[in-house]
């Protein structure tokens, strides 16, 4: 099987060297003191903690693993304090072995801060960004950190706009499909080697890895880069996958499904992807076939299921006992054309 | 070549469900394999020949079997129509 137990990988932590290098750019992010220290720390949890009631003394229930974020009402309470007990509220903070602290919406940090952070070798950042925004969008980045992530063995293609991933035993032609859907005008995501990150509650989002990218293997030609072949237009970095298309040699006791009323899921990660299995024959375009399930796919999810309206169709019929096999047109009337 | 006559004798009459595990009998026999019901005669491999009848209960049909393996396709299917497609 190709979504084998074993292929999933998780990280515990990251340490706060990571975080501080991917979070500085992107949301405007300083180092508040005069030199790093504190950069092996490590971060394991993925929420952060607004240490308010902890200042007042209250510890309980404190959250010392998660990253401490300081907005405008910490830093008020703080600034109300006289320099003796406002050492004395951080310290409390401080002394426990919390992974760093955030000063938002460009707050400079109290004297008090600065020296606790050195004495406890705490790093403390800055952001210009406000404080919900910011716990919104670093969870958001930690979230996707600490996602439970997949390699799949498989072509994954976006065919009109719907992340198709194409499974089967090697060889079987999934570089061959994708290279012609790609001809067609669709985008390759990755060949070969699929990365998986899942995204919140039931949403897989696949990516090819940093070394091959859009890199192919073709047997007879051997490594080509669709990017630099195709150009732009032939690529995107990730998609959200939607349906599995499973390739498998024509096999004559296996059953495939004929009205397509039985809906075949498929439990990715704890995420239920329909799978279709498509068997290969001589003669049979595999590409268009995928352009139609793709397409078909597209009509289910805006609500027209053609195998459930042709059942009820059938069902109508049967109930209205009137089952004479008619024409679609009930006479020709001199109609020749 | 068999020609055998059947009657649908569940409530339903020839819905989808029965009409996919016919054609998916009938696939797994060599034999060309026919239903006719009132003179119209579809192929009974194919899902929207055995759907395009809308048989319903107490109507009759013609099945033809033809080839090698006719009389086991032909005993199969026959079975599946008098257990009235496991619905009974």
């Known amino acids: ?337 | 070549m068999i020609e055998k006559k059947v009657k649908i004798i569940n409530q339903a009459g020839l819905h989808t469900r029965p009409a996919a595990t016919i054609v998916k009998l009938a696939a797994k026999f060599k034999s060309e394999f026919f239903i006719s019901k009132d003179g119209f005669n579809i192929n009974g491999k194919s899902i929207i020949g055995v759907m395009t009848l809308a048989a319903e209960k107490g109507s009759e049909l013609i099945l033809t079997f033809d080839g090698e393996d006719e009389l086991e396709a032909s005993e199969t299917i026959i079975g599946y129509f008098k257990r009235g497609f496991d619905e009974l």
Request: aromatic share 10%; glycine share 6%.
């Open chain 1, 1 to 337: 099987m190709i979504f084998e137990e074993k292929n999933i990988f998780k990280k515990d932590s990251i340490t706060v060297e990571f975080f501080f290098k991917n979070v500085k750019e992107r949301f405007n992010f300083t180092l508040l003191n005069e030199k790093p220290f504190g950069f092996e720390k490590v971060i394991r949890e993925q929420s952060l903690n607004r240490p308010q009631f902890a200042l007042t003394g209250f510890m309980d229930h404190f959250t010392e693993s998660r990253i401490q974020v300081f907005g405008n009402t910490e830093l008020k309470y703080l600034s109300l304090l006289d320099s003796n007990q406002r050492k004395e509220s951080l310290e409390k903070i401080f002394e426990r072995n919390i992974p760093c602290v955030i000063l938002t919406e460009s707050n400079q940090p109290f004297q008090e801060m600065i020296d606790l952070s050195q004495k406890y070798n705490i790093p403390l950042f800055g952001s210009t960004y406000p404080t919900t925004k910011l716990i919104y969008l670093i969870g958001d980045f930690l979230d996707d950190q600490f996602a439970s992530r997949l390699s799949a063995h498989g072509s994954f293609v976006d065919v009109y706009g719907v992340g198709v991933l194409f499974v089967g035993r090697s060889g079987i032609g999934k570089s061959e499909v994708a290279l012609d859907l790609v001809e067609r005008g669709h985008r390759l995501v990755a060949d070969d080697v699929v990365i998986f990150t899942k995204k919140g509650e039931g949403i897989l989002i696949g990516s090819g890895t940093q070394l091959v990218q859009h890199f192919m293997e073709v047997r007879g030609i051997g490594l080509i880069d669709i990017r630099s072949i195709f150009g732009v237009r032939s690529i995107r970095y990730q998609k959200r996958l939607e349906v599995v298309i499973d390739l498998e040699i024509w096999d004559e006791d296996a059953t495939y499904t004929r009205t397509g009323l039985d809906e075949n899921l498929i439990n990715i990660c704890g995420v239920e992807i329909p799978q279709v299995k498509v068997p290969i024959v001589p003669g049979k375009n595999i590409t268009v076939i995928s352009e139609v399930i793709a397409l078909n796919y597209l009509q289910k999810h805006y609500g027209e299921d053609a195998a459930k309206i042709f059942k009820e169709r059938l069902d109508k019929k049967l109930q209205e006992k009137s089952s004479n096999n008619d024409r679609s047109i009930d006479y020709f009337e001199h109609d020749f054309e």
